[in-house]
Each structure stands twice: as structure tokens, then as C-alpha cells.
Nanobody, 115 residues
Framework: QVRLAEYGGGLVQPGGSLRLSCVAS?????????MRWYRQAPGKERELVAT????????KYADSVADRFGVWRDNTKNTVYLQIYKVKPDDAGTYFC???????WGQGTQVTVSS
């Protein structure tokens, strides 16, 4: 059974940075799977923000975050990371990781932006 668990959310000030992680279990071999990060702000649709290939060599970002987000993975730890730089109020919401092409989602981690 595949399980994805996100960590690292919390309160961050505008202009700050935050690192989220997504740990996968039951998803072997982990390195063959593309993974995605989404976010959902209150009252809004879930938005794709980043995609990463199985070996980490290919990454893609939503245009709205491409200059401030970084995604990478450590396949030895079955973990995908999302780094957010220069946090903006619009970055607030729940961040989810997803195994690309499936309905396997984590429970999400909440990011709150406030000074």
C-alpha cells in the first residue's frame, strides 16, 4: 500500500523560506516514479506547482512559482522536497505531494504566511 506523508509546513513570514518534504512508503522502486507537488489555497482549486522525474534530472514548475520554488529528491530516503524562497502571501495553503498519474496523495501540510 502506497503512503505519502508531507512535512514541514507551518507559519512563515513574507520574504522567508520554507522546506517541505514528502516521504513515500510502499512505493518501490521509488526512483522510477515522477512525483508532483500541488497546493490548494482556501476556496481555490488545487494547483500544480512542481514536477520532478524519477531520477531528479527533469523538473518543471508553474510559471507563477518558477523563480522561487525548488524541487529535488533523495531516492535513498524515498523523499521529495520542495523549497520555497521569498515567500509571498499567495503561497499560503495546503501543500500536497502526489505520485504522478495516480490518485496517491498525502494528507497535506499547511503553510501559513503572516508577519
Amino acid at each position: 500500500q502506497v503512503r505519502l506523508a508531507e512535512y514541514g509546513g507551518g507559519l512563515v513570514q513574507p520574504g522567508g523560506s520554507l522546506r517541505l518534504s514528502c516521504v513515500a512508503s510502499g512505493l518501490l522502486p521509488f526512483h522510477v516514479y515522477f512525483m508532483r507537488w500541488y497546493r490548494q489555497a482556501p476556496g481555490k482549486e488545487r494547483e500544480l506547482v512542481a514536477t520532478i522525474s524519477g531520477d531528479g534530472g527533469i523538473t518543471k514548475y508553474a510559471d507563477s512559482v518558477a523563480d522561487r520554488f525548488g524541487v529535488w529528491r533523495d531516492n535513498t530516503k524515498n523523499t521529495v522536497y520542495l523549497q520555497i524562497y521569498k515567500v509571498k502571501p499567495d503561497d499560503a495553503g495546503t501543500y500536497f505531494c502526489n505520485q504522478f498519474g495516480t490518485e496517491n496523495w498525502g494528507q497535506g501540510t499547511q503553510v501559513t504566511v503572516s508577519s
